[in-house]
């Protein structure tokens, strides 16, 4: 399509010094952030989107684009060491990664998360640079029946998550809808469950949801169930041994189908705006563990469990740049923010971006494989610092996060209203963990709540009470087919395994 | 109406080649200022804040926060900026169609008037049109509503406020012709509807420039009161004899009560920021169309224009 000379031309661009150096930057800022509980890399793009226009176009773009790759994989971190995800797209990833570092295994927990997140990351940016022009098509094909059935799929995916109790599941998803319900209803944005607060209006602030219920939540159990005795958070000896500390190359190649369909559903879901990487990666890891010849042993430190999520959630997002940069469609907030960053550099994401820009778009995708260099080799240095600070008293570590907690809700939300909802929610985390309710559920049900409700309100006015009309929409009508062929699987396949010890992904891990 | 634009706009260039060097003398922010944003983050309103805040940090050494706070199309974002204290330290950036219409359809819910406010001044109106597929069987208004009759099925609209809906329900209504609203949140999402085949119009308040740029869209009207710098031979809603039309402003605000030397030292930066060569150079690259600061008083007197409009939109749909 482009002659050679632009691409090459491009990717030289990529590789100076100062790129370099904003890339390195941007990748250890992203890991940090995305580590500590409660900031994320979202809201530090919308921060540092100010600070890169007295940067030229590529280094400003590729510092965000760090930025949000290395929040990825930092993540994953606290989710495998203390088990309160710093990103709700690593929520997941605590489901084995936790159990696997409390075995006394945190370095080889954390070191499968960066090497299955790397490799997600860069297969979904191949996907990208090479065949993204065709890819775009996917966006187009999703309209709003599609998407409706894609939700409807990915639920039915995602209740093999469900646990022991069925009813249990769906009063969890059944609380996660209905929060995602509150505020400006999608058609007449006519005000609903907002008892008078006009700060509801908005609807519930999502960071504060996902961080009251995932990471303070679980802080307030810990710190609840502590003992007289001050220890650390993660006891492993410093001198274990060597393949205790390292994933080992039959490791990772034994995991290569694992991340392989992480990938490819982190890519698809990713090329399809509006779904995001929380879904992906629980998706991915449902399917591990379906397809896995031992799931029982899913939730109590099978890498497998760690590479499937990890895989998924960083092939969403080199494959949400898919519709970003061709359509000009944010797959997510972060996507979002960068578009706007793009504008702002002069940058028109759309049909005709190719054309007029091919060699900056090619310099961008060579930042993008610089920055999933950087992220491997940053996360392998970060990893020893992490094993550092995880050694100190709990005590330390619980009261700092949750200091960070604060402050990341009051950071991104902007009010003290948003960190009174986080504690409320972390309440209502506590209770529901308590009580063998799916925290997880529930935030799926309202991360995905008002799209499936707006989807579903422009698929209810095209279809206007005649369903011939989905007689047109063969992707829509394969899709239930799928989700309802996966729920009656998922049944069957739930019966065996049922005297099997099958914890709750998120119940109290000790 | 759109004399005083035009007036105004001249004054404003006039006004901002004079103001610039004399920025602010009187008042200086006690920390730093909060531009809220009345949509999410990425759509055009979003960019213009971000454009605007860091020209006007330049321009005078304020600090100026971005904040999004989408709903309701800038509800939820005025219900905030009204209860917060009239120091200067607040300040939003909306949209006056879907503003205006919430009050006046629903004002018992809403819990501001136009009138809590202090205005300070306007960027740009947004141009809106009524856009199809290239290859749809209708160029124009009279040939989509031949059509539509021909046909017999109803026709599938995109739009993502409620004036859009009104206006093409009042079209259907006096064509005679059945049209299904399927309501969307930005103009991104209403073009990747349009390009899916999933609707037959869209509304494009400039999402749909770099499409029609690209020979995959064609524009059926204009939807304001006047046609479009991109695309001059396309002539608006009026001209083809149907008369409605909206021009959507993108307005900045404060809540009621600012100091006098704080409401001139700030519409003094967002007039210099508007027409900075940064802002005049975007808006010309992305919109096609130039910066319009309207200052603070006929921003004011806009907003109950804006009023005045939307009543006569809603009588002719009842």
Not at chain 1, 138 to 147: D, F, R, S, T
Not at chain 1, 428 to 443: C, E, N, P, Q, R
Request: charged share 15%; net charge positive; hydrophobic share 50%.
């Amino acid at each position: 399509m482009f002659d050679i000379a632009t691409i090459l031309a491009g990717l030289g661009d990529a590789i100076t010094p100062v790129n370099i150096l904003f890339v390195v930057l941007g990748v250890a800022v992203g890991q940090f952030v995305g580590a500590v509980p409660g900031i994320g890399p979202v809201i530090t793009i919308a921060l540092a989107i100010p600070f890169t226009f007295a940067l030229s176009p590529l280094s400003g773009i590729a510092f965000l684009v760090g930025i949000n790759k290395g929040g990825l994989v930092g993540g994953a971190i606290p989710a495998i060491l203390i088990n309160t995800p710093g990103t709700p797209d690593a929520a997941a990833t605590a489901l084995d990664g936790h159990p696997l570092a409390r075995k006394g295994k945190p370095l080889k927990a954390a070191k499968m998360a960066l090497y299955s997140s790397v490799t997600g990351d860069t297969f979904s940016d191949i996907v990208l640079i090479t065949v993204s022009p065709p890819l775009a098509v996917i966006a187009l094909m999703m309209g709003p029946i599609e998407i409706v059935c894609l939700l409807i799929f990915a639920f039915a995916v995602i209740a093999g998550l469900i646990g022991k109790s069925l009813a249990k599941g769906i009063v969890a998803a059944a609380l996660g809808l209905l929060c995602a319900a509150i505020g400006l209803d999608p058609e007449h944005s006519s005000p609903r469950f907002i008892f008078g607060v006009p700060d509801l209006f908005d609807g519930l602030p999502i960071a504060s949801v996902a961080i009251g219920m995932l990471a303070a939540a679980e802080i307030f159990r810990r710190l609840a169930a502590r003992r007289k005795k001050i220890t650390a958070a993660i006891v492993f000896d410093p001198n274990q041994p060597r393949e205790d500390r390292r994933v080992s190359w039959p490791e990772y190649w034994g995991c290569r189908f694992t991340i392989a369909r992480g990938a490819v559903i982190g890519t698809l879901l990713g090329a399809a705006p509006g779904i995001g990487s929380t879904a992906a990666s629980f998706m991915s890891y449902a399917s591990a563990k379906q397809t896995s010849r031992e799931p029982e042993t899913f939730g109590k430190g099978n890498i497998h469990g760690i590479a499937a999520t990890e895989s998924a959630n960083s092939a969403v997002m080199g494959a949400n740049m898919i519709p970003m940069l061709t359509l000009g469609i944010p797959g997510s907030v972060s996507a979002a923010l960068i578009i706007g960053a793009l504008i702002i550099h002069g940058i028109q994401p759309g049909p005709l971006l190719f054309e007029q820009q091919a060699r900056l778009i090619y310099g961008l995708f060579g930042a993008m494989i610089m920055a999933n260099f950087c992220n491997f080799w940053i996360g392998l240095i970060g990893l020893r610092l992490w094993a550092f600070v995880i050694r100190a008293p709990e005590s330390a570590i619980f009261s700092s996060a949750i200091a960070l907690c604060i402050v990341g809700v009051y950071l991104s939300t902007g009010t003290l209203f948003g960190v009174a909802v986080m504690l409320v929610f972390a309440a209502i985390g506590y209770a529901m963990t308590s009580l063998g309710y799916s925290v997880v559920i529930f935030i799926i049900a309202f991360f995905l709540g008002n799209r499936f409700e707006l989807s579903l309100n422009q698929s209810l006015t095209l279809i206007d009470g005649d369903f011939s009309v989905m007689l047109d929409h063969p992707v829509a009508i394969a899709l239930l087919v799928l989700a309802v062929l996966t729920a009656w699987w998922l049944t069957r396949k739930r019966k065996p395994a049922h005297d099997a010890p099958d914890r709750a992904p998120d119940r109290p891990s000790d | 109406m759109r004399k005083l634009t035009r007036i105004a706009a001249s004054a404003a260039v006039l006004a901002a080649l004079a103001a610039a060097p004399a920025q602010a003398a009187g008042w200086k922010p006690s920390g730093p200022i909060t531009l809220s944003v009345a949509f999410g983050a990425g759509g055009i309103t979003d960019t213009l804040a971000r454009l605007l805040a860091d020209q006007m940090e330049k321009d005078t050494g304020w600090n100026i926060v971005v904040k999004n706070r989408p709903g309701g199309g800038g509800v939820a974002m005025l219900s905030g900026l009204s209860r917060a204290k009239p120091d200067g330290l607040n300040i939003g950036i909306a949209v006056n169609m879907p503003i205006v219409m919430q009050l006046i359809v629903r004002p018992a819910k809403i819990p501001f008037r136009i009138k809590d406010f202090d205005y300070l001044g306007t960027v740009v109106w947004a141009q809106l049109a009524i856009v199809a597929l290239k290859d749809a069987p209708y160029s124009d208004m009279k040939g989509l509503i031949a059509y539509a009759k021909k046909s017999g099925k109803p026709l599938t609209v995109a739009h993502d406020t409620k004036p859009q809906a009104m206006i093409m329900n009042a079209i259907a209504r006096s064509a005679g012709i059945k049209a299904k609203m399927v309501p969307h949140k930005s103009g991104a999402e209403q073009m990747q509807s349009l390009l899916g085949g999933h609707v037959d119009l869209a509304f494009g308040g400039g999402a749909h420039i770099p499409y029609y740029k690209a020979g995959k869209i064609t524009v059926i009207a204009s939807v304001n009161q006047r046609r479009h710098g991109y695309a001059p031979d396309m002539r608006t809603l009026i001209e083809q004899g149907m008369n409605y039309y909206v021009d959507p402003f993108f307005y900045i605000s404060a809540p009621k009560g600012l100091k006098p030397e704080a409401r001139t030292a700030l519409s003094n930066a967002v007039k210099a920021a508007v027409n900075s060569e940064k802002m005049t150079k975007f808006l010309a690259n992305t919109m096609k169309t130039a910066p319009t600061d309207l200052g603070p008083a006929d921003t004011e007197k806009m907003m109950y224009g804006t009023r005045k409009t939307i009543k006569i939109l809603l009588e002719s749909t009842k």
